[in-house]
């Protein structure tokens, strides 16, 4: 029985550790895979430990949770401290548990942290386990953390040969990090292949060193091939992710709908790409002015939405939001940076431009044209100076004759109304218009038509105006017969006050009459025939002849006249028109001073006249006077000689001997003075025969109302000619009054009448004053 108690004891000791074994087996069963950290003795919080694979064990896992409350684990499988961790002697331990909520899969992982102390010890017992065990030259894959805080020089792996076995080997490395830049990085123990690194390594400038391990003998002999050792440096979330703008400005329409984008921001980070470290979130932290809250930014993409529609430039024409990119994706341990974003709300035409009044009361004078008459302003809240600003005015009723137009003035946003048209006020005293107002741009929202177009009443009253008589119709027809004798009289010209409807007091003037053929009662404005009326003349088209008639009211008219006797011809003189009260404005008239005995012979003439009454004559009216003087002397010559010959010869003159030279005429005209417009002379001739030629006369002015004589064909009318010195010339007419003539000789007492008075020491003419 004692011997057996021995036994028992043994069997149940043994039982126990079979239990032990089975149950860690069991629970080493359910886990997927085990890792193990190696890390430094003491961990600060917040610090990255290292990263697990976590897709190797579970692709679906939307929760990760960790069983020590010290260590978070992120979607990537980083690790990290949440408080400040000081590892003891012992190995420390946790479970990655990794589920999915839809199919209540779950998996586990085994980390393990062992600190410096535990690695250099498990490296002793690899050594001994190297010496009875037979291992390959192979690649083994190493890491590092990078700005690792050591301590330094770093343990990261050993490398060893099999060959080792048999000779000695002496361990050796090259490459970067090594022999190259950055130099003496790391370096192998030439005895025991043991890898250090000397200090930290950045990340962003090295993302990892493949170096070369070399094993040789003391000899020099070359067991194995070179082997490449490649060396990770696992990042460390120690660069903070930057705006690529420090300021961004986007600009939004107002009252646009929600959702609409205002704009994008965007922001970069150094650390390693798809991982936690450079898995950003963009946020909204602040907006000015804070309420209320009209945008939203996307957390992974930075793009900016409108919440709200009712973004108003009217009240607020910007906001400024500061925002925030934070890497770990927001976590709350994540690095961060801000920027600053303004957003400009743009303007829409989204107010109407209404009158500042509702009605409006001017007034015009009658048969004024292009005048202003009325200003309009109009009040509009959008933007001043755009599209949506700017008013165009209309006149919606009132305007059917086209007589106002209203247009915008550009620089004040006015509604100019002017006059287009002449108002008379004999027809209407006042007119009503109705005048719109809308903007350049169309309006953005949906208005009723009631509401889209602000109106308003201008009431315009028509003043009277003194005006001149009118002539109804503007062109009159006479019909009077051709040839009618001289002193005919015609119901003529009428012309009547537009105010009265009355022709009393009104005056008539004859203003063009292109051969002076009749003549114009100045009260009765009833035409007289002045000279014989020829319906074969030049100036007659179709049996028409025209004639203008001025008619003016005596209230309106004024006589002009001359002083002191001027020289003729062409004037210039101001004429001062004032009213009672004290407006007046100049008026130059054109005045041309000559002799001839109608307006239109004076059209042409142009010779100046001295004054005091004396003659300025051309180069022919000299030459005419010295040949006429010449035949004086010729005439007196043959008396002499014919008195000295009486003496010897009695003879008796015949009685028609003078006739033979002179024409008897017991009647005398002063005879219408010829005028053409050659070399800027007046211009009379006279021949050897003592006949004179003279040229046609131009045409007259049109002005004023115009008066048509019709020429009906009538009596016995017949083309005589007058023949003189064996030269034949047809005349227009040879009836009396002022005859046209192409050329035409005179007889010598027509030419002894032109030349006689002009030989007396002083001429007297006549003077016709003509207005143009």
Same mark, same amino acid.
């Given at each position: 029985?004692?011997?057996?108690?021995?036994?028992g004891?043994?069997?149940?000791?043994?039982?126990?550790?079979?239990?032990?074994t089975?149950?860690?087996?069991?629970?080493?069963?359910?886990a997927?895979?085990?890792?193990?950290?190696?890390?430094?003795?003491?961990?600060?919080?917040?610090?990255?430990?290292?990263?697990?694979?976590?897709?190797?064990?579970f692709?679906a896992?939307?929760?990760?949770?960790?069983?020590?409350?010290?260590?978070?684990i992120?979607?990537?499988?980083?690790?990290?401290?949440?408080?400040?961790?000081?590892?003891?002697?012992?190995?420390?331990?946790?479970?990655?548990?990794?589920?999915?909520?839809?199919?209540?899969?779950?998996?586990?992982?085994?980390?393990?942290?062992?600190?410096?102390?535990?690695?250099?010890?498990?490296?002793?017992?690899?050594?001994?386990?190297?010496?009875?065990?037979?291992?390959?030259?192979?690649p083994?894959?190493?890491?590092m953390?990078?700005n690792?805080?050591?301590?330094?020089?770093?343990?990261?792996?050993?490398?060893?040969?099999?060959?080792?076995?048999?000779?000695?080997?002496?361990?050796?490395?090259?490459?970067?990090?090594?022999?190259?830049?950055?130099?003496?990085?790391?370096?192998?123990?030439?005895?025991?292949?043991?890898?250090?690194?000397?200090?930290?390594?950045?990340?962003?400038?090295?993302?990892?060193?493949?170096?070369?391990?070399?094993?040789?003998?003391?000899?020099?002999y070359?067991p194995?091939?070179?082997?490449?050792?490649?060396?990770?440096?696992?990042?460390?979330?120690?660069?903070?992710?930057?705006?690529?703008?420090e300021?961004?400005?986007?600009?939004?329409?107002?009252?646009?709908?929600?959702?609409?984008?205002?704009?994008?921001?965007?922001?970069?980070?150094?650390?390693?790409?798809?991982?936690?470290?450079?898995?950003?979130?963009?946020?909204?932290?602040?907006?000015?002015?804070?309420?209320?809250?009209?945008?939203?930014?996307?957390?992974t993409?930075?793009?900016?939405?409108?919440?709200?529609?009712?973004?108003?430039?009217?009240?607020?024409?910007?906001?400024?939001?500061?925002?925030?990119?934070?890497?770990?994706?927001?976590?709350?341990?994540?690095?961060?940076?801000?920027?600053?974003?303004?957003?400009?709300?743009?303007?829409?035409?989204?107010?109407?431009?209404?009158?500042?009044?509702?009605?409006?009361?001017?007034?015009?004078?009658?048969?004024?044209?292009?005048?202003?008459?009325?200003? !309009?302003? *109009? $009040? %509009?809240?959008?933007?001043?100076?755009?599209? &949506?600003?700017?008013?165009?005015?209309?006149?919606? /009723?009132? #305007?059917?004759?086209?007589?106002?137009?209203?247009?915008t003035?550009?620089?004040?946003?006015?509604?100019?109304?002017?006059?287009?048209?002449?108002?008379?006020?004999?027809?209407?005293?006042?007119?009503?218009?109705?005048?719109?107002?809308?903007?350049?741009?169309?309006?953005?929202?949906?208005?009723?038509?009631?509401?889209?177009?602000?109106?308003?009443?201008?009431? !315009?009253? *028509? $003043? %009277?105006?003194d005006?001149?008589?009118?002539? &109804?119709?503007?062109?009159q027809?006479?019909?009077? /017969?051709? #040839?009618?004798?001289?002193?005919?009289?015609?119901?003529?010209?009428?012309a009547?006050?537009?105010?009265?409807r009355?022709?009393?007091?009104?005056?008539?003037?004859?203003?063009?009459?292109?051969?002076?053929?009749v003549?114009?009662d100045?009260n009765?404005?009833?035409?007289?025939?002045?000279?014989?009326?020829?319906?074969?003349?030049?100036?007659?088209?179709?049996?028409?002849?025209?004639?203008?008639?001025?008619?003016s009211?005596?209230?309106?008219?004024?006589?002009?006249?001359?002083?002191?006797?001027?020289?003729?011809?062409?004037?210039?003189?101001?004429?001062?028109?004032?009213?009672?009260?004290?407006?007046?404005?100049?008026t130059?008239?054109?005045?041309?001073l000559?002799?001839c005995?109608?307006?239109?012979?004076?059209?042409?003439?142009?010779?100046?006249?001295?004054?005091?009454?004396?003659?300025?004559?051309?180069?022919?009216?000299i030459l005419?006077?010295?040949?006429?003087?010449a035949?004086?002397?010729?005439?007196?010559?043959?008396?002499?000689?014919?008195?000295?010959?009486?003496?010897?010869?009695?003879?008796?003159?015949?009685?028609?001997?003078?006739?033979?030279?002179?024409?008897?005429?017991?009647?005398?005209?002063?005879?219408?003075?010829?005028?053409?417009?050659?070399?800027?002379?007046?211009?009379?001739?006279?021949?050897?025969?003592?006949?004179?030629?003279?040229?046609?006369?131009?045409?007259?002015?049109?002005?004023?109302?115009?008066?048509?004589?019709?020429?009906?064909?009538?009596?016995?009318?017949?083309?005589e000619?007058?023949?003189?010195?064996?030269?034949?010339?047809?005349?227009?007419?040879?009836?009396?009054?002022?005859?046209?003539?192409?050329?035409?000789?005179?007889?010598?007492?027509?030419?002894?009448?032109?030349?006689?008075?002009?030989?007396?020491?002083?001429?007297?003419?006549?003077?016709?004053?003509?207005?143009n």
């Amino acid at each position: 029985m004692e011997a057996a108690r021995p036994s028992g004891s043994w069997n149940g000791a043994l039982c126990r550790l079979l239990l032990l074994t089975l149950a860690i087996l069991i629970f080493a069963s359910d886990a997927c895979k085990n890792v193990t950290l190696h890390v430094p003795s003491k961990l600060d919080a917040e610090k990255l430990v290292g990263r697990v694979n976590l897709k190797e064990c579970f692709t679906a896992a939307n929760l990760i949770h960790s069983s020590d409350p010290d260590f978070q684990i992120l979607e990537d499988g980083s690790v990290y401290t949440t408080n400040t961790i000081l590892l003891s002697s012992e190995k420390r331990s946790f479970t990655i548990l990794l589920s999915n909520t839809e199919n209540q899969e779950k998996k586990k992982i085994f980390v393990f942290l062992e600190h410096q102390t535990k690695v250099l010890k498990k490296r002793h017992t690899k050594e001994k386990v190297l010496r009875r065990a037979k291992r390959r030259w192979a690649p083994i894959p190493c890491s590092m953390l990078e700005n690792s805080l050591g301590p330094f020089p770093l343990f990261l792996q050993q490398v060893q040969s099999d060959t080792a076995q048999n000779y000695t080997i002496y361990y050796s490395i090259r490459g970067p990090g090594v022999d190259q830049e950055p130099r003496n990085l790391f370096y192998v123990e030439r005895d025991t292949g043991n890898l250090y690194c000397t200090r930290p390594v950045d990340r962003e400038q090295y993302e990892s060193f493949e170096i070369i391990a070399f094993a040789t003998t003391p000899d020099g002999y070359t067991p194995e091939l070179p082997l490449p050792l490649i060396i990770k440096i696992e990042d460390e979330n120690d660069n903070y992710p930057i705006f690529t703008e420090e300021t961004y400005t986007f600009t939004i329409f107002e009252n646009c709908r929600v959702g609409t984008t205002v704009g994008q921001v965007c922001a970069t980070d150094k650390d390693e790409p798809d991982t936690m470290h450079t898995r950003l979130k963009y946020s909204i932290i602040g907006q000015v002015p804070p309420s209320p809250t009209l945008f939203s930014m996307h957390p992974t993409t930075g793009v900016i939405t409108t919440t709200s529609s009712q973004l108003d430039r009217e009240l607020i024409d910007k906001y400024q939001l500061k925002i925030k990119v934070q890497d770990m994706d927001g976590q709350y341990f994540g690095l961060q940076t801000t920027s600053t974003c303004i957003i400009n709300i743009d303007d829409v035409n989204d107010h109407l431009p209404t009158f500042t009044r509702t009605s409006y009361v001017t007034s015009v004078e009658e048969n004024t044209v292009d005048v202003e008459i009325l200003r !309009v302003t *109009v $009040e %509009d809240k959008d933007l001043v100076n755009t599209a &949506n600003w700017r008013a165009n005015y209309t006149i919606l /009723k009132g #305007n059917e004759n086209g007589n106002f137009k209203i247009v915008t003035d550009a620089k004040t946003n006015e509604g100019v109304l002017c006059v287009v048209k002449p108002l008379n006020y004999e027809e209407k005293q006042q007119m009503i218009l109705q005048i719109g107002v809308v903007n350049e741009a169309p309006f953005s929202r949906e208005a009723s038509p009631r509401s889209a177009m602000s109106t308003a009443t201008v009431t !315009v009253n *028509v $003043e %009277d105006q003194d005006e001149g008589p009118e002539c &109804n119709p503007p062109i009159q027809t006479v019909r009077m /017969k051709e #040839n009618a004798e001289v002193g005919t009289t015609s119901n003529g010209y009428k012309a009547y006050d537009p105010e009265t409807r009355s022709s009393s007091g009104i005056r008539y003037k004859k203003l063009t009459d292109p051969t002076g053929w009749v003549t114009i009662d100045e009260n009765t404005g009833s035409i007289k025939v002045f000279r014989s009326l020829d319906r074969e003349a030049e100036t007659i088209k179709n049996g028409i002849y025209n004639i203008t008639v001025l008619a003016s009211d005596q209230d309106t008219a004024a006589r002009l006249s001359y002083q002191n006797d001027p020289p003729f011809g062409s004037y210039v003189v101001p004429i001062t028109v004032r009213d009672r009260l004290g407006m007046s404005s100049v008026t130059s008239l054109d005045v041309t001073l000559c002799d001839c005995i109608t307006e239109n012979d004076c059209t042409h003439r142009v010779d100046p006249r001295i004054g005091g009454g004396g003659v300025q004559l051309g180069k022919w009216a000299i030459l005419a006077i010295l040949l006429g003087i010449a035949l004086l002397f010729c005439i007196l010559f043959t008396l002499v000689c014919g008195a000295s010959g009486t003496s010897k010869q009695p003879k008796v003159i015949p009685d028609d001997l003078a006739q033979q030279n002179l024409i008897v005429s017991n009647t005398e005209a002063p005879g219408d003075d010829k005028v053409y417009s050659a070399n800027g002379f007046t211009t009379q001739t006279v021949g050897a025969s003592a006949q004179g030629v003279c040229g046609t006369v131009g045409s007259g002015i049109k002005n004023g109302g115009q008066e048509t004589i019709e020429m009906v064909k009538g009596g016995h009318q017949t083309s005589e000619s007058c023949r003189g010195a064996g030269h034949h010339h047809t005349l227009d007419s040879c009836r009396g009054g002022h005859t046209e003539v192409d050329n035409c000789r005179y007889t010598y007492s027509e030419w002894h009448s032109f030349t006689q008075p002009r030989l007396g020491e002083e001429s007297i003419r006549g003077h016709t004053l003509i207005k143009n």
